[in-house]
């Protein structure tokens, strides 16, 4: 059986302009790989209504599950969950359940803030989506078919994702071998590492250079879902390895 | 004049699997933003040669500049210069220049090295690439058409694009004003903002909360290639910030 795969969308003008640094790619990359649904491509987007939702359209039709980072705020640059509800051609409506969670919270605060039309903004959704929790701040993301809204904030993203991540159906984990060559280059093991790579056509081989001040190498890495083949390529890497006059170390974190 | 625009292509399985952490992308959305070539959009896509070759045409179509980042060393996943050469149509074959350089560098090393088949790899090019010079390891990156190929790892990706940059016909560079909200949340100046927005329709306005030990707050920024505007718009973001009687910060970094 094939894993379901997925594609992210990193919606945001600061992420574009360099004034932020992207920190959800790498958690999400991780996790849905551990869980069986490797992530095959990330964009990233500006606030532009046609952007956003051609693009929608486009990745929905190409991959199993679709998750989106970013604009989902109560500010006139958060307009996710409008372009959503433009590219499932359905209308963007006040959520039942998402009001009735943020009329609650802001009422509770000392002194109670006003649930105001901007942060009504953040309970109106796609017709038909169910909601992602939000464990942390409440405003909640939510899912429309195989599209997964969620915030920009690395902390509530992740809280998000973590609450979402039993009901996903995934595959098989992708798992990883590495064993890292120090004082190699690489234009010196490429030739026998593609060999290997050829004998292994199941598994992704890659070649990773790394720089440290007591001396760089390369990190051979083979990734998967066959725990037995996995062991069997770093068996071959490592006996490659070795076979150059060189002491490889296996598992060693890079 | 609209200044022209850049797309961003990330190539490499270790940035989808969550292996390695991307470090480009916001070094070059800030290069490229003060040279006045806006980064739009920004595609991470793995090793695989459709994927590769599909994305390359669609966007080198769509955009002023595209830049690529990855996949030129010598192992059997470095595949972005032959899948460049198929996206263009023209023959993958040893550039002489870059080959002389490859040839010297390891001749010159003690004891010297092989200029082997997976070394000469990296000297094999789209015909008709014009060279980008690695000030780093030598090894060029090229540039062909509107594509702009250079390396993943980001010490030497850096030295090739200040190589390059001067090259680059860019436009108004991009400038940016901030204003610290400490204290305030989002939904309590969004319409206001909204409001701001709508009077400068030619900047980008965005909101960012930001959380930290001292108190968290909002940095709201103008972005755009009009310095009076700008300021113009940071004067008014801070008359409305002060008008909800608090204290805004200008400028200070975030």
């Given at each position: 059986?094939?894993?379901?795969?997925?594609?992210?969308?990193?919606?945001?003008?600061?992420?574009?302009?360099?004034?932020?640094?992207?920190?959800?790619?790498?958690?999400?990359?991780?996790?849905?790989?551990?869980?069986?649904?490797?992530?095959?491509?990330?964009?990233?987007?500006?606030?532009?209504?046609?952007?956003?939702?051609?693009?929608?359209?486009?990745?929905?039709?190409?991959?199993?599950?679709?998750?989106?980072?970013?604009?989902?705020?109560?500010?006139?640059?958060?307009?996710?969950?409008?372009?959503?509800?433009?590219?499932?051609?359905?209308?963007?409506?006040?959520?039942?359940?998402?009001?009735?969670?943020?009329?609650?919270?802001?009422?509770?605060?000392?002194?109670?803030?006003?649930?105001?039309?901007?942060?009504?903004?953040?309970?109106?959704?796609?017709?038909?989506?169910?909601l992602i929790d939000n464990p942390v701040?409440?405003?909640p993301g939510?899912?429309?078919?195989?599209?997964?809204?969620m915030?920009?904030?690395?902390?509530?993203m992740q809280a998000m994702f973590e609450g979402l991540a039993p009901s996903l159906?995934?595959?098989?984990?992708?798992?990883?071998?590495?064993?890292?060559?120090?004082?190699?280059?690489?234009?010196?093991?490429?030739?026998?590492?593609?060999?290997?790579?050829?004998?292994?056509?199941?598994?992704?081989?890659?070649?990773?250079?790394?720089?440290?001040?007591?001396?760089?190498?390369?990190?051979?890495?083979?990734?998967?879902?066959?725990?037995?083949?996995?062991?069997?390529?770093?068996?071959?890497?490592?006996?490659?390895?070795?076979?150059?006059?060189?002491?490889?170390?296996?598992?060693?974190?890079?």
């Open positions: 059986m094939t894993n379901p795969t997925a594609c992210l969308l990193i919606i945001g003008n600061e992420v574009l302009s360099g004034r932020t640094q992207d920190a959800n790619l790498k958690f999400l990359a991780t996790r849905l790989g551990e869980i069986g649904i490797p992530l095959r491509e990330v964009r990233v987007i500006p606030d532009v209504p046609e952007t956003i939702i051609g693009t929608v359209n486009e990745v929905r039709a190409k991959f199993d599950h679709v998750f989106t980072t970013g604009g989902i705020g109560p500010t006139h640059d958060d307009i996710t969950a409008e372009c959503i509800a433009a590219a499932f051609g359905v209308p963007w409506e006040p959520h039942p359940e998402a009001w009735r969670r943020l009329e609650a919270h802001y009422a509770r605060q000392t002194p109670p803030a006003e649930f105001n039309a901007a942060r009504q903004r953040m309970a109106t959704m796609p017709r038909g989506a169910s701040s409440i405003a939510f899912i429309i078919g195989n599209v997964h809204v915030a920009g904030v690395p902390r509530i159906r995934g595959g098989t984990p992708v798992q990883s071998r590495t064993v890292h060559a120090r004082g190699m280059l690489e234009g010196a093991i490429a030739e026998g590492l593609g060999q290997i790579q050829k004998d292994f056509p199941e598994l992704d081989i890659g070649s990773y250079p790394f720089y440290r001040s007591e001396g760089g190498g390369v990190a051979l890495v083979a990734k998967g879902t066959d725990a037995a083949r996995l062991d069997a390529a770093a068996a071959a890497i490592t006996a490659f390895i070795v076979g150059l006059g060189h002491t490889p170390v296996v598992g060693e974190p890079s």
